[in-house]
Nanobody
Framework: QVQLVESGGGLVQAGGSLRLSCAAS????????MGWFRQAPGKEREFVAA????????DYADSVKGRFTISRDNAKTTVYLQMSSLEPEDTAVYYC????????????????WGQGTQVTVSS
């Protein structure tokens, strides 16, 4: 069973950048599709970005396209989310998740979740 631990969150000014990391334990990491989701106070958890286990498929939410980049290093069993041009609306707890299903955007297909890392963007 894969376990996920996020890091890299923090407080940043609007227009700034952060890189989130999600370290996975377990030898089967490379067989999972990996996604990033976020949840703001009072809102549902929403899809942000995802990458297939081979890295050949990548999806982004429209709200982050052109600003966020997802990547993975299977040798390091880590997935990253590079966030640039951050906006106050990006403030949320960011979660890393793993899925063995084809659909990258469906939150219900992700069965393994990390504990989350807080990202706060000040205006």
């Amino acid at each position: 069973q894969v376990q996920l631990v996020e890091s890299g969150g923090g407080l940043v000014q609007a227009g700034g950048s952060l890189r989130l990391s999600c370290a996975a334990s377990g030898r089967t990491f490379r067989s999972y599709n990996m996604g990033w989701f976020r949840q703001a106070p009072g809102k549902e958890r929403e899809f942000v970005a995802a990458i297939s286990w081979t890295g050949s498929r990548i999806d982004y939410a429209d709200s982050v396209k052109g600003r966020f980049t997802i990547s993975r290093d299977n040798a390091k069993t880590t997935v990253y989310l590079q966030m640039s041009s951050l906006e106050p609306e990006d403030t949320a707890v960011y979660y890393c998740a793993a899925s063995d299903r084809y659909d990258l955007q469906n939150r219900d297909y992700y069965g393994i979740w990390g504990q989350g890392t807080q990202v706060t963007v000040s205006s």
